[in-house]
């Protein structure tokens, strides 16, 4: 089956989503309380921010980050915090144009997401914590809301 209608590649050939590179362009992580605040207690009250950013930056490869932003409180008092940019550089080939926006959102966060939640578990243990698993996130529910935000601005 070709997918290539309107596509940049060449008829017959698949669609392509390779990994050129992958890495942390931002990373901080307090503990503004500590050592009071390492002491078990209470459960704290965890709060997550996630979005997705994208550029072109040459004819087939994205730059594509995540950026997770978090916090635990304890009767408004920070445990900790955390902000992580998350990038990859990708090479997509044989994607129809319609469709490259969703794969650039979609399927490349997708696949740099098990490796920052790795890097914030790791960080958050290391700052004294219980290591935090983040959920999986549903980047397809995150680009439809994007759209939806978009859609409205373009009207």
Request: proline share 8%; glycine share 6%.
């Given at each position: 089956m070709?997918?290539?209608?309107g596509?940049?590649?060449?008829?017959?050939?698949p669609?392509?989503?390779?990994?050129?590179?992958?890495y942390?362009k931002?990373?901080?992580?307090?503990?503004?309380n500590?050592?009071?605040?390492?002491t078990?207690?209470?459960?704290?009250?965890i709060?997550?921010?996630?979005?997705?950013?994208s550029?072109?930056?040459?004819?087939?490869?994205?730059?594509?980050a995540?950026a997770l932003?978090?916090?635990?409180l304890?009767?408004d008092?920070?445990?900790?915090?955390f902000d992580l940019e998350f990038?990859g550089?990708?090479?997509?080939?044989?994607?129809?144009q319609?469709?490259?926006n969703a794969v650039?959102?979609?399927e490349?966060?997708?696949?740099?997401?098990?490796?920052?939640?790795?890097i914030i578990a790791?960080t958050v243990?290391?700052?004294?914590?219980p290591p935090?698993?983040l959920?999986?996130?549903?980047?397809?529910?995150l680009y439809?809301?994007?759209v939806a935000e978009?859609q409205?601005?373009?009207?």
């Amino acid at each position: 089956m070709s997918t290539t209608n309107g596509g940049q590649g060449d008829a017959g050939q698949p669609p392509q989503l390779n990994v050129l590179a992958q890495y942390i362009k931002d990373l901080s992580f307090e503990n503004p309380n500590a050592p009071q605040s390492l002491t078990p207690g209470q459960q704290p009250q965890i709060s997550i921010q996630i979005n997705v950013n994208s550029r072109h930056i040459a004819e087939t490869d994205f730059e594509v980050a995540l950026a997770l932003e978090g916090r635990a409180l304890i009767n408004d008092q920070i445990l900790f915090s955390f902000d992580l940019e998350f990038a990859g550089v990708f090479r997509i080939r044989n994607v129809p144009q319609e469709s490259l926006n969703a794969v650039v959102l979609i399927e490349c966060p997708r696949l740099l997401f098990p490796f920052a939640r790795e890097i914030i578990a790791t960080t958050v243990r290391n700052g004294g914590f219980p290591p935090l698993l983040l959920d999986p996130v549903d980047f397809v529910a995150l680009y439809r809301q994007r759209v939806a935000e978009l859609q409205p601005a373009s009207a």
